[in-house]
C-alpha cells in the first residue's frame, strides 16, 4: 500500500475534503452519530491544533486523488513529552487489507525517532478499531474512557430555565461574564488559573497535568481564531472578593455550527459546593439561544468515572451517542 507523507502546511483544501469523506464513510457504516469535520475544519485544524503549530506528521494511503485511509501523529511539546499520540482512519473496503497496520507500522517509527516512548490512541466502542487495536498489541489498562454526550437545543429551550433557577438560587454571591472570542489580555492571567482547574478531571495513568501560562492562554485563543472557531466562554466570580470561581468554555466550528463542542467546564476548588458548573452551564446555553440559534446541539465528553460532571450533563437533557476506548502501547 502507498502512504506519502505530507507536510500539514501544504495541505489543500480538495484533498482535506477526500479525507473527510474518509471519515463519513467510516462512520456511516459504524452507524455512528457523531459529527464529522468539514473539508475546511479539517485542514485548519492539522495546520494550527490548539497550541498554534501544525500536527507533526500526516500520511495519505493510497492516493492523494482517491485515498482510502489517513493516519497522523502529534507530539507533545508542552507536558507528556514521552508520549506519541495517534489517529487513523481506514475506510471500510478497504480494511483487513494491511492499510491500517501499514499507517500504523509508519506512524510508530515516526514517534521511535522522534524519542518517544509510548503511543496513546482509540477507538470507538462497538467499531471495527478496538478489536484492530487489540490484535496490534494496544491495551486499554489505565486508560479512561469517554462518553460523549448530546445535547439537543431546539427541542424545548425553556426547561433549562427552572434549572437555571435552581442554581442560581445555590450560587448566590457569585456573578457570571460572558467572553466572547480571545481573552482581553487584562483577563488572560486571571483564565491560566482556571484552565489549569480543569486538572482535577480523572486523567489517563501516567499523565502529567496540562501546566498553563499567559502565553498558552494566548496561544490558544489565537489557534482558534485561526481555525475559524468562535470561542464562548462563561466565567463565574465570586461577588464579595472578586475571585474568579469557576469557567465552561464551548467552541463553535463557523464551517459547521450546527453540533457546537463543549470543552472545559470547571469550578476552582475553594468554590465548589455552589451549583456554578451547572449555573454556567445554563448561562451558556442561554448565550446560545440569544446569539447563535443556529446551533442545534451540543457535545461534550466525560470520562466515565467524572460522576459529577456526568451528572451535571445529565440534569441539563444529554443523552450519550457514543464512547471513546483509550489505548496505550509500548513503542
Not at 492562554?217 to 489557534?223: K, M, P
Request: some cysteine.
Amino acid at each position: 500500500m502507498d502512504l506519502q507523507l505530507l507536510d500539514p502546511r501544504d495541505l489543500e483544501l480538495d484533498l482535506a475534503e477526500r479525507m473527510v469523506a474518509v471519515d463519513r464513510a467510516s462512520h456511516e457504516h459504524a452507524g455512528l452519530e457523531l459529527p464529522v469535520q468539514s473539508g475546511p475544519s479539517r485542514m485548519f485544524s492539522l495546520q494550527h491544533g490548539n497550541n498554534g503549530r501544525p500536527v507533526d506528521a500526516v500520511w495519505v494511503a493510497g492516493t492523494l486523488d482517491a485515498p482510502v485511509g489517513w493516519g497522523l501523529v502529534e507530539l507533545p511539546f508542552l507536558d507528556n513529552r514521552d508520549l506519541a499520540s495517534l489517529r487513523a482512519i481506514v475506510t471500510p473496503a478497504h480494511r483487513r487489507t494491511g492499510v491500517g497496520a501499514a499507517l500504523l507500522e509508519r506512524m510508530t517509527a515516526f514517534a521511535r525517532e522522534h524519542g518517544r516512548t509510548q503511543l496513546t490512541t482509540g477507538a470507538w466502542q462497538g467499531t471495527d478499531g478496538t478489536g484492530f487495536l487489540e490484535a496490534q498489541g494496544f491495551t486499554t489498562a489505565g486508560q479512561h474512557p469517554y462518553a460523549v454526550r448530546r445535547l439537543d437545543l431546539h427541542d424545548d429551550p425553556s426547561r433549562w430555565e427552572a434549572v437555571y433557577a435552581e442554581a442560581a438560587t445555590a450560587a448566590a454571591g457569585y456573578e457570571l461574564v460572558r467572553v466572547v472570542g480571545p481573552a482581553d489580555e487584562a483577563m488572560v492571567p486571571d483564565l491560566v488559573a482556571l484552565h489549569e482547574a480543569i486538572n482535577d478531571a480523572p486523567a489517563d495513568e501516567g499523565m502529567e497535568p496540562d501546566v498553563w501560562d499567559a502565553e498558552r492562554v494566548r496561544t490558544y485563543d489565537a489557534s482558534m481564531v485561526r481555525r475559524h472557531q468562535t470561542t464562548y466562554r462563561v466565567l463565574a466570580r465570586h461577588t464579595a472578593t472578586g475571585a474568579w470561581a469557576g469557567m465552561s468554555l464551548l467552541c463553535v466550528d463557523e464551517f459547521a455550527p450546527a453540533v457546537a463542542f463543549q470543552e472545559d467546564t470547571t469550578v476552582v476548588r475553594a468554590h465548589r459546593g455552589h451549583r456554578l458548573g451547572l449555573l454556567m452551564k445554563c448561562e451558556m446555553l442561554r448565550l446560545l439561544a440569544a446569539e447563535r440559534p443556529e446551533v442545534g446541539a451540543t457535545d461534550t465528553w466525560n470520562a466515565t468515572d467524572n460522576h459529577h460532571m456526568i451528572a451535571v450533563n445529565e440534569r441539563l437533557g444529554c443523552r450519550v451517542i457514543a464512547t471513546h476506548v483509550g489505548y496505550r502501547r509500548q513503542v
